[in-house]
């Protein structure tokens, strides 16, 4: 993957990833009170384990796992296979989405250094596979807990428009970028309440459900990609 040029300012070689530490340390320190309560919500309601993980493609397309509260149950049929997403989400897991609370975790995965605070947001494994060569290029960076996908649609956009967004977000990274898209991240978030990942959506449609819906790949180059993100998953 090409590098942008933005590699060479001192914010995204330096200050870009010091803020993370100290911002993510700070909020851990300052809202552990936070974690608890809702640790101990997740506990209550939806039982153990209370965090959930997942692999995602990080910088550089490392593998990474990211955390997040548990939204939904385990609830499986008479078969022991677990229903559907829309049926194991909860009103409750609704709300932790809605006011991205269940983000939170995510403070540990900038800490150590997966992820930071303003970035393309990490998809699954199963997506990047799907992406051209010039839209992987979003892994040139770290991937963030909101980004500029994030603040202008969200998903309201189609995956081209959102990828485009990334691209755009990392051929130009800002301090004062940086600033404005946590501002507008605030307001949908916590006065709007429209989250930062799926909102009301149990889950959002795969790129590659994406593409193969609309014709845009067949069915053999889906099958073929969908074996490769699991073989990178292992």
Same mark, same amino acid.
């Given at each position: 993957?090409?590098?942008?040029?933005?590699?060479?300012?001192?914010?995204? &070689?330096?200050?870009? &990833?010091? @803020?993370?530490?100290?911002?993510? !340390? !700070?909020?851990? =320190?300052?809202?552990?009170?936070?974690? @608890?309560?809702?640790?101990?919500?997740? $506990?209550?309601? =939806?039982?153990?384990?209370?965090?959930?993980?997942?692999?995602?493609?990080?910088?550089?397309?490392?593998?990474?796992?990211?955390?997040?509260? $548990?939204?939904?149950?385990?609830?499986?049929? *008479?078969? %022991?296979?677990? /229903?559907? #997403?829309?049926?194991?989400?909860?009103?409750?897991?609704?709300? !932790?989405?809605?006011?991205?609370?269940?983000? =939170?975790?995510?403070?540990?995965?900038?800490?150590? %250094?997966?992820?930071?605070?303003?970035?393309? &947001?990490?998809?699954?494994? &199963?997506?990047?596979?799907? +992406?051209?060569?010039?839209?992987?290029? $979003?892994?040139?960076?770290?991937? %963030? =807990?909101?980004? /500029?996908?994030?603040?202008?649609?969200?998903? #309201?956009?189609?995956?081209? #428009?959102?990828?485009?967004?990334? !691209?755009?977000?990392?051929?130009?990274?800002?301090?004062?970028?940086?600033?404005?898209?946590?501002?507008?991240?605030? @307001?949908?978030?916590?006065?709007?309440?429209? %989250?930062?990942?799926?909102?009301? +959506?149990?889950?959002?449609?795969?790129?590659?459900?994406? @593409?193969?819906?609309?014709?845009?790949?067949?069915? *053999?180059?889906?099958? *073929?990609?969908?074996?490769?993100?699991?073989?990178?998953?292992?």
């Amino acid at each position: 993957m090409e590098k942008t040029d933005t590699y060479n300012s001192f914010y995204t &070689r330096y200050s870009k &990833r010091f @803020l993370d530490i100290v911002c993510s !340390l !700070l909020a851990i =320190l300052a809202f552990s009170w936070l974690y @608890l309560i809702i640790a101990l919500l997740v $506990r209550w309601k =939806l039982g153990s384990p209370i965090l959930f993980t997942q692999l995602r493609p990080g910088k550089d397309e490392r593998i990474f796992k990211m955390y997040k509260f $548990r939204t939904m149950t385990d609830a499986r049929d *008479e078969k %022991g296979e677990l /229903l559907p #997403d829309e049926v194991r989400l909860t009103p409750f897991g609704k709300w !932790l989405r809605a006011t991205s609370l269940d983000e =939170l975790p995510e403070a540990f995965n900038i800490l150590k %250094g997966d992820m930071s605070i303003i970035g393309p &947001r990490p998809q699954l494994v &199963r997506d990047m596979v799907f +992406m051209t060569n010039e839209q992987r290029k $979003r892994h040139t960076v770290r991937p %963030g =807990l909101s980004g /500029l996908a994030q603040v202008n649609g969200r998903n #309201d956009i189609d995956w081209e #428009d959102k990828l485009a967004w990334d !691209l755009k977000y990392i051929k130009k990274i800002t301090f004062l970028g940086d600033v404005k898209i946590i501002f507008q991240t605030v @307001l949908k978030a916590f006065i709007k309440q429209e %989250g930062i990942t799926e909102g009301d +959506m149990a889950t959002a449609e795969d790129f590659g459900d994406y @593409l193969l819906n609309r014709g845009k790949v067949d069915r *053999e180059k889906y099958d *073929e990609l969908q074996r490769q993100a699991k073989r990178l998953c292992k």
